[in-house]
């Protein structure tokens, strides 16, 4: 109900409880200060950015797609995981993060668009490049065996077709060209 109703709930279950609602608004206020929207809601703005869907999370931040305000193109936005802000040195460790992958330049990599480590809740911006997970593929080629690499496998790893070559060469190469391009 919280998540369907989100703050019209709360405001309702503190109105029938009156005895704890002073001390329940002291700890909705908090969670609320270190980023964490105590509906459960997800969020709908992340700074100039409006959050379109999900992309993925990991073990320190979740990841969003984004479309800034006044343009077209369309952003990965990853923000630290809301939990994580309550514990000792998290949001540091982000932060760090943050700063880490600002300060690199290489063409293989996607630049940093927007930072924001000064809001309640620390995020960074980058634009989004569509395109299949490297263990999405993996699955694919796993799945159909190493005979018959799926053509949507052999187009990720940048293989337009696989007639000229056997399937197996023609995966062997293009992960051998993946991981080259990632150790550049």
């Given at each position: 109900?919280?998540?369907?109703?989100?703050?019209?709930?709360?405001?309702?279950?503190?109105?029938?409880?009156?005895?704890?609602?002073?001390?329940?608004?002291?700890?909705?206020?908090?969670?609320?200060?270190?980023?964490?929207?105590?509906?459960?809601?997800?969020?709908?703005?992340?700074?100039?950015?409006?959050?379109?869907?999900?992309?993925?999370?990991?073990?320190?931040?979740?990841?969003?797609?984004?479309?800034?305000?006044?343009?077209?193109?369309?952003?990965?936005?990853?923000?630290?995981?809301?939990?994580?802000?309550?514990?000792?040195?998290?949001?540091?460790?982000?932060?760090?993060?943050?700063?880490?992958?600002?300060s690199l330049s290489h063409p293989g990599l996607v630049a940093i668009a927007?930072?924001?480590?000064?809001?309640?809740?620390?995020?960074?911006?980058?634009?989004?490049?569509?395109?299949a997970a490297f263990d999405q593929i993996v699955r694919q080629v796993q799945?159909?065996?190493?005979?018959?690499?799926?053509?949507?496998?052999?187009?990720?790893?940048?293989?337009?077709?696989?007639?000229?070559?056997?399937?197996?060469?023609?995966?062997?190469?293009?992960?051998?060209?993946?991981?080259?391009?990632?150790?550049?």
């Amino acid at each position: 109900i919280y998540t369907e109703q989100g703050a019209a709930a709360w405001q309702t279950y503190l109105d029938q409880h009156p005895t704890h609602a002073p001390r329940l608004r002291t700890l909705l206020r908090r969670l609320e200060s270190v980023g964490i929207d105590p509906t459960g809601l997800p969020p709908t703005r992340l700074g100039p950015f409006q959050v379109i869907r999900r992309l993925g999370d990991g073990g320190m931040g979740i990841v969003w797609s984004c479309r800034r305000d006044g343009d077209d193109a369309h952003y990965a936005v990853k923000v630290v995981r809301p939990e994580l802000l309550v514990a000792p040195g998290a949001r540091e460790r982000f932060v760090r993060e943050m700063r880490t992958v600002s300060s690199l330049s290489h063409p293989g990599l996607v630049a940093i668009a927007a930072v924001d480590d000064a809001g309640p809740s620390p995020w960074y911006a980058m634009e989004l490049v569509d395109g299949a997970a490297f263990d999405q593929i993996v699955r694919q080629v796993q799945r159909a065996g190493p005979t018959q690499v799926p053509a949507p496998a052999l187009a990720a790893l940048g293989m337009v077709a696989a007639r000229d070559l056997a399937p197996a060469l023609a995966w062997a190469r293009g992960a051998v060209g993946v991981v080259a391009q990632t150790a550049e």
